[in-house]
């Protein structure tokens, strides 16, 4: 089955202490982002690569970083996460190209307390 | 700068009826359009999207929406809404001037009561 699939699902962590959410696809697709999702606020992006070792910043960076060694992973890392990281996060992937929609995990809803 | 807006926070419609979920744009140079739909504990799905042709686009779950360029909008709508189709929409757009990444509108949360 075509999927993209982010690990954990839910976490609840303290201030400080890293964390790397996983993101997986099975559908070859040279294009993944992460995005978060706050109420009110739609999805707002983090990072977004268009291949393997390419990687840029989308709109709220700050706080995150990314890698992308291999086609199918896009790990999302918080190196020292903060209470306003709270939020539902989800990984995206799609072909390249303007009309290629894209699929998306089912988030990963994180607490930093 | 490039935006979507999407105007109602919420719409409810009564099962049966037709139902249009509003959405509004600002790019310059082409629009290129999308329709997402968010069930509750899981990801945006895909429903249609425009990119050029028909001003009217058919996508997913009878759904369907129109592009008008003068009103730069691109309205979804059904015409005759289920119980099922409650959920959250959101409408994206590429952003022309950002390496085409998607613009995202707050989103909508549709009710559809029986």
């Known amino acids: 089955e075509a999927q993209v699939t982010q690990n954990p699902r839910y976490l609840i962590t303290v201030t400080g202490k890293k964390l790397t959410v996983t993101c997986s696809q099975n559908m070859n697709h040279e294009y993944m982002s992460w995005y978060r999702q706050d109420p009110g606020l739609g999805l707002r992006q983090i990072y977004y690569s268009m291949n393997v070792e390419v990687t840029d910043k989308g709109d709220v960076p700050e706080g995150y970083k990314v890698s992308r060694k291999e086609k199918r992973n896009f790990p999302l890392i918080l190196e020292s996460p903060s209470p306003n990281q709270t939020s539902l996060y989800f990984c995206?992937?799609?072909?390249?190209?303007?009309?290629?929609?894209?699929?998306f995990g089912d988030g990963t809803r994180l607490s930093i307390l | 700068a490039q935006s979507v807006a999407q105007p109602e926070d919420q719409v409810n419609v009564a099962e049966g009826n037709p139902l249009t979920v509003k959405c509004t744009y600002s790019v310059s140079g082409n629009p290129y359009l999308f329709w997402y739909v968010q069930y509750p504990n899981r990801g945006l799905q895909f429903l249609l999207k425009?990119?050029?042709?028909d001003n009217l686009v058919k996508g997913s779950y009878g759904f369907e929406a129109e592009f008008n360029k003068s009103q730069t909008s691109f309205h979804l709508k059904k015409p005759s809404a289920l119980v099922s189709d409650s959920a959250l929409y959101f409408c994206a757009v590429r952003d022309t001037n950002s390496n085409y990444q998607l613009i995202w509108g707050a989103g909508t949360k549709l009710i559809i009561k029986p």
């Open positions: 995206a992937s799609s072909f390249t190209g303007i009309n290629q929609p894209q699929h």
């Open positions: 425009y990119i050029t042709g």
